[in-house]
């Protein structure tokens, strides 16, 4: 989903050029002019230079690209934490959730985008649990609500801690600390948040990026809760990541597979995300319109790069079914037993943030996942989870 938001960025930034596309347009004419009456030059001459300037360029790259690759190989390993902000940035909340029986004495700002599914994930936490917080809706297109973050993407958290507030990045780090935190009200999230630093690796194809990459342990420390065997552990964190790396990337091929499903989505998110309130009409427009269609072509490209099916909705159905078949080996409502566990919890989120799309509808027609989902629907509307919490 996270592509819908650099389309829109890209379609801003060409906004801002065409203001010079007219001056650009009257060099290249007086340029045009200006060679049109000099005499052409030899054949030998413009490929002698036409080499040259392949061979510098070449030069410059291979030497740009080695320096990298040299840094990145001296980087590799090295480990960031994530710093603590000395105060909130002055940033009103776009609006706050509040639930009565919060005693948790946490204090939470989430910066998102309401249809984003990593966003969501990190939602159908909070509200399960009962914890109140404070939402900003970032605006996609120049993202200002989070400039005073070096990490680029939503979901972010500040959660209040001793002395300043506390950035939580990435919405699986975000709910394994809360996690941690839920389960021993002794630990303080600036210091669990020590566990999880950034580290500069590679990922599966070589890439260097950083990752945070024990995201997905929650720091029970020698203190495991007496409900959870280390093997059920172990399959909960498996089906968190399957969550993240194979469910996630079914859904933009599905939401996008025509170009009228592609606008409906849009329709949807726009009103969803309040998209009214944050940008001008002609913006909102350009989005939905020029957005769709080029989500739309974007989607085949990720078809691809995921070896979706030909009709991607089979791979959506398939990944749907795996989830399910997982859950009835185990004989129970839910993948946590008769309540929901962090994966279940992050599947909801990943699959809610397509709730208004015609591929979320077909799903619920051709497979049976509609009773697990209203189930969790009852859990998280009635914030089940909140006896859970050990306040
Ligand atoms: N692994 C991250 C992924 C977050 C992500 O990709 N978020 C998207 C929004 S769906 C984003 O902010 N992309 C950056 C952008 O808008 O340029 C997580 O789980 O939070």
Redesign the pocket.
Known sequence: ??VI??VS?FLLRNQSQNKNVHYKMYVTRLFQTATHQAKPPSVVKMSLIGASVGVVLGAGYSFNKINKDRKNIANEGTQTEIETLKSIPDIKPSRKVIYPGDNSGLKLTLFQ?QT????CKVRVFLDYHGISYDVVEVD?VL?NEIKWSTY????IVLAKVDGGYQPLI???MIISVLGTILEDKYKKIEDIVKYYPKMFCRDAKGTFKEEIVNKYFLMYQNNLPKEKSMNYIVEERKWRKWA?DVLVHVLSPNVYRTTTEARQAFNWFSDVGRWEEYFPMWERLLMINVGAYAMWLISKRLKKRHSLKDDVRQSLYDEVNHWLNGISVKGTQFMGGSDPDFSDLAVYGILKSIEGCEAFRDLLDHTKVGVWFNAMREKIDSNHGRQYVKY
């Not at 984003?116 to 966003?119: K, V």
């Not at 680029?152 to 979901?155: A, L, M, S």
Request: charged share 35%; net charge positive.
């Open positions: 989903m996270s938001y650099k960025r985008y984003c599914p990593f966003c996609p993202r680029r993407k939503v979901p990435d919405s699986t993240d």
